[in-house]
């Protein structure tokens, strides 16, 4: 028979595995659950089922519930109370922050209990997550014109970038002496059937990191663009040609900087520079799968399963082909989150592997210790507490999407109907001001078009006014009726041989004082 302390010891372990088990909830079966019924029901229906899940106020609160719900809000645009749900989130990341400053120990997740489990740690988010927060943030600013608090929001991203770098450099150091000291192995070869060439395939490999991203740089040349700030705007181009090299929207974006900025341009300048925001699909998902690994517990080699996530990704590609009216763009991938989450995990995996290393040796030698003291039913308790404790963590930022693509173009004032990929998503645009963005969803089959947004006035064209000169278009243009190369300007061009005008729309081909 057990001693009355040796059934006490047992009781309190199976109350602590049955508290854990109630917090390790999966977020990848909700998530499912979510995008299912924003497919069924759009995202009015999602949102309900999301709210539905968080029953407390601090489930409420939590950082992930308020990224997806700020996401389906913007989806359903509803813009402020998207800004409001993420300000929540961004709050909780603010926290991170101040202790990645002050004190990144606190952050770098190592075991410190027998039966932690990653997926019972505070979630603080993917670190590409907490830069899409700033640049969704930003997004939805320029949304309601908001154009000042987007540069704000636009400034902090490349702030949470640098905390990022400075604190990964040192988790991934300080896990791996751990495990060292302890004897654990730390290389991914290690993981008996764990697929290595989904992390290192060349699209991962060719990411300078995990959580920068093209479109976010872009954003902010763009948006410094607008705000006449031609000398910030062009570090932001240049950084998202860093990125993402040899995409010719980008390139143009920094090429005709001058040109577009100078006070020539925009006296002259009788067409709206478009700018066309196209997010397809969902992102990827987290899923835990089970491997075995060699582990030195009391002095003999055993095989321990260890449950590590794998990224599923999302399939729907984004678009090829983008027409306005009579004007035609061709969309290029700037951010794909399903190679982004690929790269986060590839880095985070040494980090991982130490930690599940560590803590699968603790489990070890508190299983022994409870077969020694309790026999079978210690045996039985103390397995039964590893297996349940070791699942690995799959949340993700779910609503996101899987790929975000950019067009940018001169159009004519005016509604204009959108097709993509020849296919008419009955939505149109209506054209205005100086600049402008436009945000488009392809969700499936569905396409919507959300809360455009436009900056300053154009000139109006003087009656005896010349042909103005030529200027260089951040986008190829080509007219839906021609496949020849792009037309020649009517006027001298542009002052820098390099950059290269567009063909003009069919429809202001022979307006006076097209750029």
């Keep these: 028979m057990l001693s009355r302390e040796w059934s006490g010891r047992a009781v309190a372990l199976a109350v602590v595995v049955l508290a854990g088990c109630a917090s390790m909830e999966s977020h990848d079966k909700l998530a499912t659950q979510v995008q299912a019924a924003n497919t069924a029901g759009g995202p009015a229906a999602a949102l309900k089922q999301l709210e539905a899940s968080a029953t407390t106020d601090d489930a409420r609160k939590a950082l992930l519930y308020n990224m997806e719900r700020g996401e389906l809000l913007r989806q359903n645009k509803q813009y402020k109370d998207s800004t409001a749900a993420w300000l929540l989130a961004d709050a909780k990341v603010n926290e991170w922050e101040n202790l990645a400053k002050t004190d990144p120990s606190k952050l770098f997740g190592l075991v410190g209990a027998s039966l932690i489990s990653e997926r019972l740690k505070p979630y603080e988010g993917q670190d590409y997550e907490k830069v899409w927060l700033t640049t969704r943030l930003a997004l939805n ?58 992390l290192n395939d060349p699209e991962v490999l060719k990411l300078k990191n995990g959580y920068q991203n093209a479109l976010s740089h872009y954003l902010a040349g763009f948006l410094y663009e607008v705000l006449n700030e031609g000398g910030l705007a062009a570090p932001g181009y240049r950084k998202a040609i860093e990125l993402k090299p040899d995409t010719p929207v980008l390139v143009e974006g920094l090429r005709g ?50 449950s590590y996530p794998v990224i599923e990704p999302s399939r729907q590609v984004g678009p090829a082909r983008l027409t306005v009216g009579d004007v035609t763009l061709e969309p290029a991938v700037v951010a794909d989150l399903n190679v982004m989450a690929r790269r986060a995990l590839k880095d985070e995996l040494p980090g991982m592997m130490a930690r599940g290393v560590v803590r699968a040796i603790a489990k070890g030698v508190v299983q022994n210790e409870l077969g020694k003291q309790g026999g079978l039913l210690g045996s039985v308790i103390g397995a039964v507490a590893a297996a349940a404790t070791e699942q690995a963590d799959d949340r993700i930022w779910r609503t996101l999407p899987g790929s975000v693509s950019v067009a940018r173009g001169y159009l004519p004032a005016g509604e204009h109907r959108l097709v993509v990929d020849g296919r008419d998503s009955g939505q149109v645009v209506t054209v205005s001001g100086q600049y402008m963005l436009v945000p488009v969803q392809l969700l499936g089959a569905a396409v919507t078009v959300g809360q455009t947004s436009s900056f300053g006035q154009l000139l109006q064209a003087a009656p005896a006014a010349a042909p103005s000169a030529a200027t260089s278009v951040p986008s190829t243009m080509v007219s839906p009726a021609s496949t020849t190369a792009p037309a020649k300007p009517a006027a001298k061009p542009a002052a820098k041989p390099a950059a290269k005008p567009a063909a003009k729309p069919a429809a202001a081909a022979s307006a006076p004082g097209k750029p």
């Design 257 to 306: 900087l001058d040109d577009r900025t100078s006070f020539t341009h925009r006296r002259r300048q009788r067409m709206t520079d478009v700018l066309f925001v196209l997010e397809s699909g969902n992102a990827p998902a987290r899923k835990p799968k089970n491997f075995t690994l060699p582990v030195p517990i009391s002095g003999r080699i055993n095989s321990i399963s260890i």
């Design 141 to 198: 600013r320029i949304a309601e014109n908001d154009w000042d608090n987007a540069r704000v929001d636009i400034k902090r991203t490349h702030e949470r970038e640098a905390v990022i770098a400075e604190l990964r450099s040192k988790e991934t150091l300080a896990a791996e002496e751990e495990a060292k000291a302890k004897g654990a192995q730390t290389t991914a070869k290690e993981i008996n059937g764990y697929p290595v060439e989904s």
